[in-house]
Structures are given as structure tokens and as C-alpha cells.
């Protein structure tokens, strides 16, 4: 590591280093550590894997904040080692999923805009530990994150104590990539002065007070790749309808083909549908999002996108190799942010964003659940979906219209689980077409949801419950006893159909 050492520029803290293991050491039961990680990316990685093994051996509980979800199988093995008292405030791991739904530990599901406001609030309880992933420490006392931002900035501002895991496996040229602004206390605010995507209103990295950094460790381990799969068929067509409802958007004079700011969720369907811009007639974009996968630098790559905002970069294998290994085409047309900013309501307002997002189900009246596998079982969390659709110009939600196989329909009569009501939802599109909503009562919502966006197995299920629905009237009409049939089919027979035909 002795070569290494340049990375920290502030020579007086040299003598901080410290082995992981000894920084592990200094975690007590019952703390709450702040940990940088956003979508796979920018994760402490060394530190957090010291802390499993030390749980070989000691008993502990600790609570884990996050950007987001881990990366290098954190949050499988920080779930699976028992150390977890309570995870906030997204995940996306297989494991820690089952172990929230057994409840092995607690997870609290938060929209991404709002965890730094409610640590600098004190709603939450107090960062013991702020463990930070760096390229560099700069000599006038700043930490250059890596591949994202996260929360990582008002962790550092807000903790007792800071360990900072310098990565060498990532490049100093990602300095100046990065935009630290962190609002003021509530009451106390002036505007966030950011008007355009490519707007820089902070430093280039975190400003730390020197008497909290407590070590220094180093690391060199790579981001996990992201696990997206590549678009299939059905993405293809939902990616499809989704530009004719913006090409509509653009006839009709609404937006021009630069269209407006673009945020795109996480997933496989999200990068899909951002991917099937490629072939388009619209130009000039701009990205204004949380995570920025694959199909945003394919964007880039052949000039559709110029400008991208985000607060991480999650790539494929594949992809990473390309990016990190030009990194210099990328730099001038790109910025991380801390998930405060990409997400925050004032700035999404203010810009326009069009923002699509994934839903699980959606209902005939739009309400959608994007969290919840059949009202109860936690996927991944509600991530910065809710930041979005409640702020955006136009909230779109994409889903394929069934799952399983065809045993889960995912439009339903009512949701299970509401995490964006009927009112937070603009346009809803599944490889069936697309349903504007915009403007619609619910009679009218109804009709056009099922006619437009229902896979044809469950048309004529879905239209029965409506009509008789009618009959009992109301601005919302339901048939309250039979308004999670299609979710009680499925717990009782493994489909949604009322009808199973059996071929022999
Ligand atoms: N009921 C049960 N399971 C369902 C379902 C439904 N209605 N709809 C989809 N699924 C299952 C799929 O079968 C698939 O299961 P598998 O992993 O066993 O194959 C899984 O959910 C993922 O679905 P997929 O169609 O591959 O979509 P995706 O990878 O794009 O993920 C979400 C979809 C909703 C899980 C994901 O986008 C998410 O967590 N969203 C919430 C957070 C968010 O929107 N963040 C955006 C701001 S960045």
C-alpha cells in the first residue's frame, strides 16, 4: 500500500490507516452505521465484509443505512450473519428479501429523497459511523466518492465518526465526475439552485471534519456488475408503446423531440424501454435519474443523449470495461449527485422530468404497487420511484401485463399494496398498449386500462368484475368482497384465472 498512500493528499492523515479488521473492531452493538452504496455501486466493501467475519465470533446488532441497494453480495451477507437489527431504506437482494419476509430483521421502505432529511432532522436514530468509499482524500480536506453519491454526503456531515475505504481499483480520473450540495436545515432553506441537468451547484467532493475521521482503510475490489437482463420481446413492445405515447406527446405540441429531462427506473424492463430509444426520432436528450444503467451510455455512445445526471453508475460486465476504460468520452457529458438532489421533489418539479418506473401490478384504476408481491412480501422497496411519479411532468409506469408464466395477471381490480395512488399516476403501458390517464375520471380509467393494457387471458375476468362493479355504483366502483379475488385465486390455486382449462 505504500505506493498507494498518495491517494490521501492530506498528509496528516497518513498515520489514520488502519486494516479493515482493525476498523471493525470499533463497531459496537447497537450502533447505526451510514454506509456508502447506491444500486451496486460506490459500496464500502471492506469494512462491512470484516464485520461478518468479526460476527463469526462476537455477537452484535447493527443498524444499516444505505444509498440503496449493496453490491459484492453485502446485503446478502451482512442479512445472512445475523448482525442486522434494521436496513433502510432499499435492498434488491434474494436473501435479505426472505429474511425481511421471515422476519429475521427489521427494513423500513423509504422514498430515496427522504433519508438525509430525516437524519439531519434527527427522526432517525444518529450515524455512529459514517464508512465511505473513496477514489482519493484531497489536500483541502474533501473525499472523492467513486461510482456513486448515495447518502454518503450527509452520512459524513451527520456521523460521530468517519472511516473512509479508499478503493484503488477505481481511477483518480473520477474526480471532478461528482456534484456535493447538501440543502440546509428545514426553515432555514434557500432555493436548490439547480435549473439545468448539467447545472454544478457544490464541490467536487465531501467536506469532512478532520477530528471525526477515525481510519483510513485500503481496498481494490470492483463494483458487482449490475444483473439486468438484455431486452426480450415483450420490453421491446412495452419500449414500443412508450414512444408512441411520447411521439404523441410531441404531434400534439406538448414536447418537442429533445423531449424534456428523462429519469428511468431500475430493472430490467426500465433499461429495456430506455434502450428502445435507440432506434427513435427524438435527440438531444437529457437524463435527469437516480441510476444510470447500460442504456444510457448506449445512448450516449451514439449522440441520442448529451447530458446525464445521477447518483450512481451501475453497469453489465460488459459495459463497465467499455466506460471505465474511455472514461475521458464520458466525463464532460456526465455528474453524480447525492440521491437527495436526483431525487428531490423541488428540482424534479422544476425541470419537468418525464420519469418511468416499474410497477409489480397496477389496478383499473391506476393505483399501482411497485413493493409488494401480493400485498405482503417485500421485493425491493419503493427506491425513488415515489420521488418521481409524485413530482414528474408525466409519471409513467411500465410492466409487462403478466408474470409467472401467465398465473399472475398484473393488472388486478385493486392492488394488494398501494405505493403510487391513482392520483401520483399519469400513464400506465404494458406490451398491450398504453393507458393515458391524464385528466381521466375513474369510470373512464377503468374502461381505457382494461381495453389498452390488459393481456387478452384476463380481459373478459377483468371486464366481468367491472361491470358488476357498476351495479353497486360510486365515483369508484368495487365489489369490496371481491376486490382481491384475483389475489386470493392465486394463494388458493397458484393462477389468478378463475377458470383453469386443463389440457390432457
Ligand atoms: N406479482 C409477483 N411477482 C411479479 C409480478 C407480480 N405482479 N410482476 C413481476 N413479478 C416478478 C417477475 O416474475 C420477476 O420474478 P423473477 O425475478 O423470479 O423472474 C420479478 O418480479 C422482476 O420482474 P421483471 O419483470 O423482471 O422486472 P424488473 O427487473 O424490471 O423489476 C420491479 C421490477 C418492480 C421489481 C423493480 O423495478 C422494482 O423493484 N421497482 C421498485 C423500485 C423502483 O421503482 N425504483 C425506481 C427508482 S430508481
Redesign the pocket.
Known amino acids: 500500500m505504500e505506493k498507494n498512500i498518495g491517494r490521501i493528499k492530506d498528509t496528516s492523515l497518513h498515520s489514520f490507516v488502519v486494516s479493515a479488521e482493525k476498523a471493525a473492531s470499533w463497531i459496537q452493538d447497537g450502533m447505526t452505521l451510514g454506509l456508502s452504496g447506491f444500486t451496486r455501486a460506490g459500496d464500502a466493501k471492506a469494512v462491512p465484509f470484516a464485520l461478518v467475519e468479526r460476527a463469526k465470533k462476537d455477537h452484535f446488532k447493527v443498524n444499516i443505512f444505505t444509498g440503496a441497494s449493496l453490491g459484492s453480495d453485502l446485503d446478502k451477507v451482512l442479512s445472512e450473519a445475523g448482525i442486522i437489527n434494521k436496513r433502510l431504506p432499499f435492498q434488491?437482494d434474494a436473501t435479505m428479501r426472505k429474511n425481511i419476509n421471515a422476519a429475521n430483521h427489521l427494513f423500513v421502505d423509504q422514498h430515496l429523497s427522504q433519508t438525509a432529511e430525516m437524519i439531519r432532522a434527527g427522526a432517525l436514530p444518529a450515524i455512529d459511523f459514517a464508512i465511505v468509499e473513496a477514489v482519493s482524500i484531497t489536500a483541502d480536506g474533501m473525499i472523492i466518492p467513486t461510482t456513486s453519491v448515495g447518502n454518503s454526503l450527509t452520512f459524513v456531515s451527520q456521523a460521530k465518526n468517519i472511516i473512509v475505504e479508499i478503493n484503488l481499483e477505481h481511477p483518480e480520473s473520477l474526480e471532478g465526475l461528482h456534484d456535493l450540495y447538501e440543502p440546509a436545515e428545514q426553515g432555514k432553506r434557500e432555493p436548490i439552485p439547480l435549473t439545468k441537468v448539467d447545472d454544478r451547484i457544490g464541490t467536487v467532493g465531501i467536506p469532512f471534519d478532520l477530528d471525526k475521521i477515525k481510519g483510513i482503510v485500503f481496498t481494490k475490489q470492483a463494483d458487482s456488475p449490475s444483473t439486468i437482463?438484455p431486452p426480450d420481446h415483450e420490453t421491446g413492445e412495452i419500449a414500443e408503446h412508450l414512444i408512441s405515447f411520447l411521439r404523441e406527446e410531441v404531434n400534439v405540441g406538448r414536447l418537442t423531440e429533445k423531449l424534456a429531462p428523462i429519469q428511468a427506473?431500475?430493472?430490467?424492463?426500465?433499461n429495456a424501454v430506455l434502450h428502445g430509444m435507440i432506434d427513435s426520432e427524438f435527440k438531444d436528450l437529457q437524463v435527469y435519474s437516480?441510476?444510470l444503467q447500460d442504456s444510457v451510455f448506449e445512448l450516449i455512445d451514439i449522440g441520442k443523449v448529451n447530458f446525464a445526471s445521477g447518483c450512481s453508475i451501475t453497469l453489465s460486465e460488459e459495459k463497465m470495461e467499455q466506460v471505465y476504460g474511455d472514461f475521458d468520452k464520458y466525463r464532460d457529458k456526465l455528474i453524480l449527485r447525492p440521491q437527495e438532489i436526483t431525487n428531490h421533489p423541488e428540482i424534479i418539479r422544476r425541470l419537468g422530468l418525464i420519469s418511468i418506473?416499474?410497477?409489480?401490478?397496477f389496478d383499473i384504476y391506476g393505483n399501482v404497487n411497485?413493493?409488494h408481491?401480493?400485498g405482503t412480501k417485500m421485493?425491493?422497496?419503493?427506491?425513488?420511484?415515489g420521488d418521481?411519479a409524485r413530482n414528474a411532468r408525466v409519471a409513467i409506469f411500465v410492466?409487462?401485463s403478466i408474470?409467472?408464466g401467465g398465473n399472475?395477471s398484473?393488472v388486478v381490480p385493486f392492488v394488494a399494496h398501494v405505493d403510487h395512488t391513482e392520483h401520483d399516476v399519469d400513464v400506465v403501458v404494458t406490451e398491450q398498449g398504453y393507458a393515458d390517464l391524464r385528466g381521466l375520471a375513474p369510470r373512464e380509467r377503468a374502461e381505457l386500462i382494461i381495453n389498452n393494457c390488459v393481456h387478452p387471458s384476463y380481459k373478459e375476468q377483468l371486464r366481468t368484475y367491472y361491470e358488476e362493479a357498476l351495479t353497486r355504483g360510486g365515483q369508484t366502483p368495487h365489489v369490496l368482497e371481491k376486490a382481491f379475488s384475483f389475489h386470493t385465486n392465486l394463494a388458493n390455486n397458484g393462477t389468478m384465472l378463475e377458470k383453469v382449462t386443463v389440457s390432457l
Open positions: 434488491a437482463i427506473g431500475i430493472g430490467s424492463v426500465a437516480e441510476v418506473n416499474t410497477a409489480l401490478e411497485s413493493t408481491v401480493s421485493m425491493n422497496g419503493i427506491g425513488g420511484s418521481f410492466t409487462k408474470a409467472k399472475i398484473s
